[in-house]
């Protein structure tokens, strides 16, 4: 027995580990996220059984499957089509080499402690990555050199001082569009207070900060449309009695993130002025994306019904920048066409679905399923300008669907005993 809670207990400490690594060391130190992943493997594999069978219950292996043989049917489409070669390996390994990846790694993410332990990756990540971007800020304003140069590096962070705004351009900057709306909806929710802890109010303070400082828009506009994502949401996933969700708690949320930014912006002289210009210019015909989205727009009326396929390029052939977008929805629509979005919007809608159905019936993870598809619809408000959907670390954030889908089903597997202290004190308190 003691061999088993050791080994119970190393597999949740290097799947929290593992977590922790891909949101907030987002497209850097692969090896170090491949050797946690080949050592959960190792240390899971007295359990195949288990993740086999809860591959065979849920349903993963349908939602991979499909993703990977759409990969390998519009990558065909892209060689018939003239694809820029680099890009269509890149959308390859994308589709079909990391399907394969997240089907292993969901799996085991339920014997590893399921939603338990991806709530407590989300919270410890928050706190992290900004830590992380305000002493890269001190860094530059005080010379300080908190960050070793080696992670500035590895994280992309180039940091500026701008009228009225800073620009961060950390990587993980991108993750921030998940886990501060998550944890925005899980002070929403009543039937979380037991997410709710000393940590996660220090996740969220830290996070919105950090948003705050970041000069990202487009993470600015999704923080603000919260209470309509979550308002939408609700009407959607229903249960009044299980949200906090009134008109008051909108102009609380309101008043935080005025009080927030005034604080940050009085700390650091920042001029309101610049900081509502460089707000509108992302909305503006000057701005470089809206150039690109006109370009995929019309590319996509080339190549209608079925699209270009991957490696479609609108720049000149020698141009540094073909077959890479960031407008992200824009780009699937040029690659796919009519019959391939189609099917991704259909496999997109069924699995959400099923999760949606999980969020009003499920017991006692009801709660942070729905703060979790708020997290996953947010980051993906995120991605409508940033192609975050192009890289392995924040696929994470898309493997929620079959993650929550699979939450009934997954129960039995789980071999994490946090799970039943949870449900226990829940049903002591209700």
Request: proline content about 2%; overall charge positive; hydrophobic content about 50%.
């Amino acid at each position: 027995m003691q061999k088993v809670s050791r080994a119970s207990i190393a597999l949740e400490s290097l799947m929290l580990a593992l977590l922790v690594a891909i949101m907030t060391l987002p497209r850097s130190y692969t090896a170090l996220k491949l050797s946690l992943l080949m050592a959960i493997i190792l240390l899971a594999t007295p359990q195949i059984r288990m993740v086999i069978g809860f591959m065979k219950k849920v349903d993963v292996i349908g939602f991979y499957c499909s993703v990977a043989i759409l990969g390998c049917l519009w990558t065909i489409v892209g060689l018939i089509n003239g694809g820029i070669i680099p890009s269509l390996i890149d959308y390859f390994r994308l589709y079909v080499g990391w399907s394969l990846a997240y089907l292993i790694m969901v799996s085991l993410i339920y014997i590893a402690g399921g939603l338990y332990i991806f709530h407590r990756a989300a919270v410890l990540s928050a706190i992290l990555i900004s830590l992380i971007n305000i002493a890269g800020v001190l860094d530059v304003m005080y010379g300080f050199y908190l960050i070793p140069e080696s992670v500035s590096k590895s994280l992309a962070m180039n940091i500026g001082f701008h009228e009225g705004y800073i620009q961060i351009t950390s990587s993980n900057i991108g993750s921030l569009f998940f886990l501060v709306t998550y944890l925005i909806a899980i002070y929403v929710r009543k039937d979380t207070q037991l997410f709710r802890n000393p940590y996660t109010h220090i996740a969220l303070v830290l996070g919105l900060i950090c948003a705050a400082l970041s000069g990202r828009r487009a993470l600015w506009v999704t923080i603000a449309l919260q209470p309509l994502v979550l308002l939408v949401a609700f009407i959607f996933a229903g249960g009044r009695n299980r949200f906090r969700f009134s008109f008051y708690s909108i102009f609380l949320y309101g008043l935080t993130i005025i009080f927030l930014v005034s604080a940050v912006s009085g700390l650091l002289d920042i001029d309101f002025t610049g900081t509502l210009e460089h707000l509108y210019q992302a909305f503006s015909d000057e701005d470089v994306r809206y150039a690109q989205r006109q370009g995929l727009i019309n590319g996509f009326f080339d190549h209608l019904i079925i699209g270009s396929g991957f490696g479609g390029n609108i720049f000149s052939p020698d141009d540094e920048r073909a077959g890479t977008y960031e407008s992200t929805f824009h780009q699937i629509l040029f690659n796919f066409g009519i019959v391939g979005v189609s099917l991704i919007l259909f496999i997109f809608f069924r699995y959400l679905r099923i999760c949606l159905v999980n969020t009003k019936a499920l017991y006692p993870l009801d709660g942070v399923s729905f703060c979790l598809i708020i997290g996953l619809l947010s980051f993906l408000i995120g991605a409508y300008s940033n192609p975050y959907l192009g890289s392995f670390d924040f696929l994470l954030y898309i493997a929620i669907l079959p993650l929550i889908a699979g939450v009934k089903s997954a129960a039995k597997f789980s071999t994490n005993k946090e799970a039943s202290k949870y449900s226990n004190s829940t049903r002591a308190t209700d």
